[in-house]
């Protein structure tokens, strides 16, 4: 006797089991989204944390971040501003302009020379003079010195960057085009969606190599070094780099201008006070990221 018959599935439950797994279904994708924006978050986190370590290391050995101080351009006592900066700068200006980039990592990868010794037809060379000259290399004396390289060079880009931020993390008034890559560092998330406020093209090789491709992979967005300049906090005294941050554009793209928005009274302004976590809140319809260098 056959206790099971055989039947087929009526219209009603067929429809309920596929509503069931296109529930399950949607669940699932919903899952796998999530995973996925947590695992960017966490590479943007590790990528702003590896950039964040190298510059501790070098304001440990040298005494300065990158474009503060003694590793600023001068003409007597700092980076050495050429008089003719050779191809693919047009002027010193532009060569400044590009140097000072706050997406600007050279300092951290390439090893400074002197006056004397520079490769004046490098136009990525770049040396120390009068008393920034002794950091040029490490002394175990002095405890002073360049002793780099800080960043890995395979992990450093050539962006192409749209649209010019200055190191207080305010957008020029007439942005132009800065013309010659950037070596820089990205936060390791996706394009999508790239926004109209900040674009920039990642690049497989510096301005001027004839074998430079623009990459069509998603390579993130550009990590930017602010504030490393000294913050006047009261009539002659300064809090020297204690806003020093990283700062990239999020989801949406579009890069905010940063400024420092708290309301703390001067004298009082702690990083601490902006957010103990270290990471800063840059606006309210920002979903930008931060990450301060100095606790």
């Known amino acids: 006797m056959n206790l099971y018959p055989n039947r087929s599935f009526t219209l009603l439950e067929l429809v309920i089991v596929l509503t069931i797994l296109a529930a399950l279904a949607g669940s699932l994708l919903v899952s796998l989204g999530t995973s996925s924006d947590h695992a960017e978050a966490g590479i943007r986190e590790l990528r702003a944390g590896e950039l964040r370590e190298a510059l501790r290391r070098f304001r440990a050995d040298t005494g300065y971040f990158p474009g503060e101080g003694l590793f600023a351009p001068d003409t007597t006592n700092g980076v050495l501003r050429p008089a003719s900066p050779p191809a693919p700068f047009a002027n010193t200006a532009e060569w400044e302009a590009w140097l000072t980039s706050p997406a600007n990592l050279l300092m951290l990868i390439r090893a400074p020379a002197t006056a004397s010794t520079i490769d004046t037809s490098d136009p990525y060379a770049w040396a120390l ?3 920034a000259e002794p950091l040029v290399t490490w002394s175990p004396e002095r405890r002073r010195g360049w002793r780099g ?4 060079a395979e992990s450093v880009g050539w962006v192409e960057l749209a649209t010019q931020i200055d190191q207080s993390g305010a957008l020029n008034a007439a942005p132009s085009l800065l013309p010659v890559r950037v070596p820089a560092l990205s936060n390791g998330q996706s394009f999508q969606p790239l926004g109209a406020g900040q674009p920039f093209a990642w690049w497989s090789a510096p301005t001027g190599d004839p074998r430079a491709e623009v990459l069509s992979s998603p390579q993130g967005r550009p990590l930017y070094l602010l504030n490393v300049a000294p913050i006047l906090e009261s009539p002659g005294a300064q809090l020297r ?10 989801d949406d793209g579009v890069y905010v201008e940063h400024a420092l928005l708290d309301t703390t009274p001067p004298g009082q302004r702690t990083p601490a006070a902006l957010d103990a976590s270290g990471l800063i809140p840059v606006g309210p319809y920002s979903d930008d990221f931060g990450l301060f260098l100095v606790r």
């Not at 390289?149 to 890995?152: D, E, G, I, N, S």
């Not at 780099?241 to 999020?250: D, H, K, Q, T």
Request: hydrophobic share 35%; no cysteine.
């Open 241 to 250: 780099s204690s806003f020093a941050r990283l700062v990239s554009s999020g």
């Open 129 to 131: 003079i009068g008393s």
């Open 149 to 152: 390289p800080y960043l890995r």
